[in-house]
């Protein structure tokens, strides 16, 4: 790997000498910390470079594109190589993501990504530290963000020995504990606005998180609730036992056991977690520009993004209620899948978190297939997941499924086998629902 590394690093520095560079990276939190980490990077060698942060790479954008820039990809790409290859730029991509290992890569496409060498797997955060690492030396604060793109990536639970180098770069702290974030925070609320797990109950409600708290012997104090990594060992073990007892799945709940990465960030200790969601929740309610600022240490950024942080968390409470309780929600149920349209109920750039929260909920066995759809204008975001953490191995790629969907009715699809999704156009709303029940049915009777 270290081989990969310095190679694809030689070419970018001779590639880029007196050039104008434009970093192009995703906007979730993965892709963010991408973009700062390489901002830093980049302005240590003194670069003139600008940034873009999208939510996917369609072909309008790539077409789109400055010819005479040096285009650098970050957290996104490998599914777009052939799109890509009728640029005539040089061109540097940071991924992680699938990638077809069988398409000719034309001379001025430049690509890092562990996938191609069936290497260790790590987020995009920690691929750019890595590069960037190479270029301009260690940094804490840059590991620091690569361990929040991983975390908000959900990759922490394999740390193999390149990112666990990106870890002793940096300043965190592991604890062992339920991965109730923020864990630094008062535990009542911790409990009101999580969603992952979703407690029933207890998530959108303060009085039901304090009734918890109360029946396990928490109690308020002059200085308030404690936070999750103040409580001893028999709090913790009491409050797994509660939030057991209302999930009604011990199963479940053992997937939200692990490791609590606390990382040092504008001087003070912060769950990795929360951060991440933060960092997320700028780029889903439309302000991503806050998210990379506050990621590049801006102090006023930091206020804008907890603003926003609080509106996203109602957004989503909200919108997990509506799919949970609302009567009138399209709502399509085959014989291990779910179809769900929310239509323009919920926004475009939340309903692929609800996908995930309800994956992990007990709402659904293990194995289900989950497909939500929300409006965006004249089109239709599609995103798909597997319920459950124990995947199956040999099932069918989800990737696969929605490539075969957009391959007929058009539109862009990406991801993996356990989490993908589509834009398609929304007219073709009632060709995709036709498709994915008729490709859904045929998946369980392999099953």
């Not at 799945?249 to 606390?262: D, M, P, R």
């Not at 066995?365 to 459950?388: P, W």
Request: contains cysteine.
């Amino acid at each position: 790997m270290q081989e990969k590394i310095k190679e694809f690093i030689n070419t970018f520095k001779d590639k880029t000498k007196n050039k104008d560079i434009l970093v192009i990276s995703h906007f979730d939190a993965d892709g963010i910390t991408s973009a700062a980490i390489f901002g830093r990077c980049l302005k240590k060698l003194d670069k003139k470079f600008s940034f873009k942060i999208i939510k996917s790479l369609e072909k309008e954008f790539i077409e789109s594109l400055p010819k005479s820039r040096i285009l650098v990809f970050l957290d996104l790409a490998s599914a777009s190589l052939r799109e890509l290859s009728d640029l005539k730029n040089e061109i540097f991509i940071i991924d992680h993501h699938q990638i077809n290992k069988k398409f000719p890569l034309p001379e001025n496409i430049h690509i890092f990504n562990p996938e191609l060498w069936d290497e260790e797997k790590m987020s995009g955060s920690c691929n750019t530290y890595l590069i960037s690492k190479e270029l301009t030396g260690t940094d804490i604060q840059s590991a620091n963000l690569a361990i929040i793109g991983m975390v908000g990536d959900i990759m922490e639970k394999e740390v193999g020995p390149l990112a666990n180098s990106i870890v002793k770069d940096s300043n965190a702290v592991i604890k062992k504990g339920i991965l109730l974030y923020p864990s630094t925070r008062p535990l009542n609320k911790a409990l009101e606005y999580c969603s992952n797990p979703f407690i029933p109950g207890v998530t959108g409600n303060s009085a039901g998180a304090t009734e918890l708290l109360r029946e396990i012997g928490i109690q308020f104090t002059q200085k308030g609730y404690k936070s999750l990594i103040e409580l001893t060992e028999d709090e913790m073990q009491k409050l797994v036992t509660a939030v057991t007892l209302r999930i009604a799945s011990t199963e479940k709940i053992a997937e939200f056991i692990g490791n609590i990465f606390l990382v040092k960030f504008y001087n003070q200790l912060e769950d990795a977690r929360e951060l991440s969601a933060l960092i997320n929740a700028c780029s889903r309610m439309d302000r991503s520009e806050i998210a990379l600022l506050f990621c590049m240490g801006n102090k006023t950024a930091r206020k804008e993004a907890e603003r926003i942080y609080i509106r996203y968390k109602q957004n989503l409470v909200q919108a997990l209620n509506y799919v949970n309780s609302n009567p009138d929600l399209p709502k399509i149920q085959g014989k291990q899948y779910v179809i769900i349209n929310a239509k323009d109920n919920i926004k475009d750039t939340i309903i692929g978190t609800v996908a995930s929260i309800l994956s992990m909920s007990a709402v659904y066995k293990e194995g289900t297939i989950i497909v939500t759809m929300a409006y965006n204008e004249d089109k239709i975001k599609v995103s798909s997941r597997i319920s459950g953490r124990n995947k199956n191995p040999g099932a069918r790629s989800l990737k696969e499924i929605m490539d075969e969907i957009t391959e007929i009715i058009g539109g862009e699809s990406g991801g993996h086998q356990f989490a993908a999704g589509c834009l398609i156009s929304k007219d073709q709303e009632e060709a995709f629902i036709t498709l994915a029940k008729k490709k859904l049915d045929i998946e369980f009777i392999k099953i």
